[in-house]
C-alpha cells in the first residue's frame, strides 16, 4: 500500500467514524488533492485488498473489519486526551474517600456519558483478598441494607426485606456473629467457614436464626463466588445506527444480560488490546477495546464495547489512563 492509498484508508475510516455513511470519491477530491476518478481507482483497488467494502445502497466505501484492523495497528496516531475529560476523571481520582470499587465504578460512568460506549468492569477475587466487614443498614422495621467490604477496596450492598417480629437485635447479633468469625478470611474460605463455623453457634444466640443467616449467606456467597462485574452505558450501543435493526437490539441485549459471556471478556495480557468483529465473539458490528489492571496483587479487567465505527484513537486513549491512574490509588 503506497502513501496515497494509506492516506485514503485512514481519511474514510475517520469519516466514516464520524458520519456512519458511505464514503464517496468527491467528498475527499480536495483531501487529497486528486481527481473523483484517481480517487476511485484507489478505492477499488483497496477493496480488492479487502480493506474497504462498498455498500448495496451507494456507490461509497466503508471500511470492512480488515480496513479497521489495518488502521489500528498501523495507520492510527493516539488522540490525546482534552483538559475537560482529564479534570471530570481526576474529580474521581484525587477524592480520597472513595474506596477503590466506587472509584472503578464512578470513573467508569463519566467515560460511558464521554464516549456513548458501554463499560464494563470485572473484578477478580484473589487469594490475598479477604473479607473486612459486613454491616447492617436499617431502613424501615422490615427493610435493610446489607454491606460486604473487602480488604482490597471492594463494596458490595443488597437491600432485604425481613419478616415482622425479627427485632433490631437479632439482626445486630447475626451481623456481630457473622464479623466475629470470618472477618480476616480469604474470599474462598469463607463460605466453609460460614457453614461448618458460625452455622452450628448462630441458633443458640438468635431466635430467627435460620431466615436472617441464610440471608447473609446468600449475599456473601454471590460476592465471594462471582466476579465483580460492574457496567455503565449498557444501553449507549443501541444508540448507535449499527443497532436499529430489533433482532439486532435482542441479540446484544441478551449478549450484556449473560453473566458468563460478559465473565469471559477477561482480558489476559497486558496493554490495551482491540477486538474488533468477528475477534470479539459478542456482535460483528462492535468492538471490544480492554486491559488489564493491577492494583496490590488484585486483577481485573476494564473494557469499552462500542460499534465497530468506534472512534479508537480516543477510547484507547481513555481506557489507558483509567488503567494508570486506578492503578495508582
Request: aromatic fraction near 6%.
Amino acid at each position: 500500500m503506497n502513501n496515497r492509498q494509506t492516506e485514503l484508508l485512514k481519511l474514510i475510516v475517520e469519516e466514516y467514524i464520524k458520519t456512519a455513511k458511505p464514503i464517496g470519491s468527491k467528498s475527499l477530491e480536495e483531501k487529497l488533492n486528486c481527481s473523483s476518478a484517481t480517487i476511485r481507482n484507489e478505492m477499488s483497488y483497496l477493496e480488492e485488498l479487502g480493506y474497504l467494502e462498498k455498500t448495496h445502497t451507494s456507490s461509497g466505501r466503508i471500511p470492512s473489519e480488515l480496513g479497521y484492523r489495518y488502521y489500528v495497528d498501523n495507520i492510527m496516531i493516539p488522540k490525546e486526551l482534552n483538559g475537560d475529560d482529564m479534570l471530570k476523571l481526576q474529580t474521581i481520582f484525587k477524592n480520597q474517600s472513595l474506596v477503590l470499587s466506587d472509584a472503578i465504578e464512578k470513573s467508569l460512568e463519566i467515560v460511558s456519558e464521554l464516549t456513548n460506549y458501554t463499560l464494563i468492569a470485572l473484578g477478580s477475587k484473589s487469594l490475598e483478598n479477604c473479607l473486612s466487614k459486613v454491616e447492617v443498614i436499617p431502613i424501615t422495621e422490615t427493610n435493610l441494607v446489607a454491606i460486604i467490604v473487602t480488604d482490597k477496596g471492594y463494596v458490595e450492598n443488597r437491600s432485604f426485606t425481613i419478616e415482622d417480629g425479627i427485632s433490631p437485635l437479632e439482626v445486630k447479633q447475626t451481623v456481630d456473629l457473622i464479623n466475629k468469625h470470618v472477618i480476616g478470611t480469604p474470599l474462598d474460605e469463607v463460605s466453609a467457614k460460614l457453614e461448618f463455623e458460625v452455622k452450628p453457634i448462630i441458633g443458640d444466640n438468635v431466635n430467627h436464626q435460620k431466615k436472617l443467616f441464610d440471608a447473609f449467606c446468600n449475599f456473601i456467597n454471590d460476592v465471594t463466588n462471582e466476579s465483580n462485574v460492574k457496567m455503565k452505558g449498557r444501553a449507549n450501543i443501541l444508540k448507535q445506527p449499527e443497532f436499529s435493526d430489533a433482532d439486532k437490539i435482542k441479540k446484544i441485549i441478551s449478549k450484556f444480560e449473560d453473566k458468563d459471556f460478559i465473565s469471559n471478556i477477561k482480558e489476559e495480557d497486558n496493554g490495551v488490546k482491540v477486538y474488533i468483529g468477528s475477534e470479539t465473539e459478542f456482535d460483528n458490528d462492535v468492538t471490544i477495546i480492554k486491559t488489564k489492571y493491577n492494583v496490590n496483587g488484585e486483577e481485573g479487567t476494564l473494557a469499552i464495547v462500542g460499534p465497530k465505527r468506534m472512534e479508537y484513537n480516543r477510547a484507547m486513549m481513555l481506557l489507558e489512563y483509567l488503567k494508570e491512574n486506578i492503578e495508582n490509588l
